[in-house]
């Protein structure tokens, strides 16, 4: 199975400032069709989870262009340019590109 | 606006079944995977199973095979995850999604004498 390692576990963040995750896998997730096999993930407190960012740096339909996804291969980094109060909760990355996908342990932000 | 409207789950004993139905709206499914993911109780995520657009193939995590069903309904537009001999470790909320994209509410399934 492909092991998938966030880091930090826990950022805490001041209202205006950046943010980044970064996420690891244990085998690359560039597959032969070009695309990296990597989603992002925000479960806001109390709710299912909502995808920001699918096959590694697209944005989903409605998710503020503060959000980016970045990275290739084995590592990848989801961005917020200036954090905002609502972005509090548990972010994860899951790969997709081989069964069983898997996730990361979830990074929890955190407003200072 | 696209929604995933999930029913069943509940409490159950263990060695018992349930099954799970996740109804689509705002979205055909037949042109996408989907896919069942679970969190227990205050752990992260863990997906369970998906399956293919036309239902030819599906794949199970390990601690699932043997024990649960995926299945779909196209025309219905619902997906189904039907779960036999349940375990007090499959205890969790059980999320049905289209890969890369929407989530359902979350149904709770618990397991216990």
């Known amino acids: 199975d492909i092991v998938m390692t966030q880091s930090p576990l826990s950022l805490p963040v001041t209202p205006g400032e950046p943010a980044s995750i970064s996420c690891r896998s244990s085998q690359s997730l560039l597959y032969s069709d070009g695309y990296e096999y990597l989603d992002w993930y925000l479960q806001k407190p109390g709710q299912s989870p909502q995808v920001l960012i699918y096959f590694g740096s697209n944005r989903a339909s409605g998710v503020p262009n503060r959000f980016s996804g970045s990275g290739s291969g084995t590592d990848f980094t989801l961005k917020i340019s200036r954090v905002e109060a609502e972005d509090v909760g548990l972010y994860y990355c899951m790969q997709t590109l081989q069964t069983p996908y898997t996730f990361g342990q979830g990074t929890k932000l955190e407003i200072k | 606006e696209v929604q995933l409207v999930q029913s069943g789950g509940g409490l159950v004993q263990p060695g018992g079944s349930l099954r799970l139905s996740c109804a689509a709206s705002g979205l055909t499914i037949s042109g996408y995977w989907m896919t069942w993911v679970r969190q227990a109780p205050g752990k992260g995520l863990e997906w369970v199973a998906n399956i293919k657009p036309d239902g030819s193939e599906r794949f199970y995590v390990d601690s699932v095979k043997g024990r649960f069903t995926i299945s779909r309904d196209n025309a219905k537009n619902s997906v189904y995850l039907q779960m036999n001999s349940l375990r007090a470790e499959d205890t969790a909320v059980y999320y049905c999604?289209?890969?890369?994209?929407?989530w359902g509410q979350g149904t709770l399934v618990t397991v216990s004498s």
């Open positions: 999604a289209r890969d890369h994209g929407d």
